[in-house]
């Protein structure tokens, strides 16, 4: 079992950078792929990036790669989104979620635990 529990959303203005935290509780933290994926209004959730357990393998949506950075510290049981130079078009709520397998997933079906989401929007 996992719980997850996302920080770090907030305001910030086209071209601006926020960092995404993470927090998981729980044993297997370290055997667990993590991901993040968002929902903006009136659209499905959608995959934004995500890191094997070790943190040797990542992988983005074309949307966000070269803009957004996923890592992990596995001591401190926690996974980070650095995301820079924003556009409005990324608002949405963002959602920290774990994987039972340690091997890098887009599917949203495939991730077992949830976050409640933080709010990310950028103004224009």
């Known amino acids: 079992q996992v719980q997850v529990v996302e920080s770090g959303g907030g305001l910030v203005q086209a071209g601006g950078s926020l960092r995404l935290s993470c927090a998981a509780s729980?044993?297997?933290?370290?055997?667990?792929?993590m991901g993040w994926f968002r929902q903006a209004p009136g659209k499905e959730r959608e995959f934004v990036a995500a890191i094997s357990r070790s943190g040797g393998s990542s992988t983005y949506a074309d949307s966000v790669k070269g803009r957004f950075t996923i890592s992990r510290d596995n001591a401190k049981n926690s996974m980070y989104l650095q995301m820079n130079s924003l556009k409005p078009e990324d608002t949405a709520v963002y959602y920290c979620a774990a994987r039972s397998s340690g091997i890098v997933s887009t599917t949203p079906n495939e991730y077992a635990y949830w976050g409640q989401g933080t709010q990310v929007t950028v103004s224009s």
């Open positions: 729980g044993r297997t933290f370290r055997s667990n792929c």
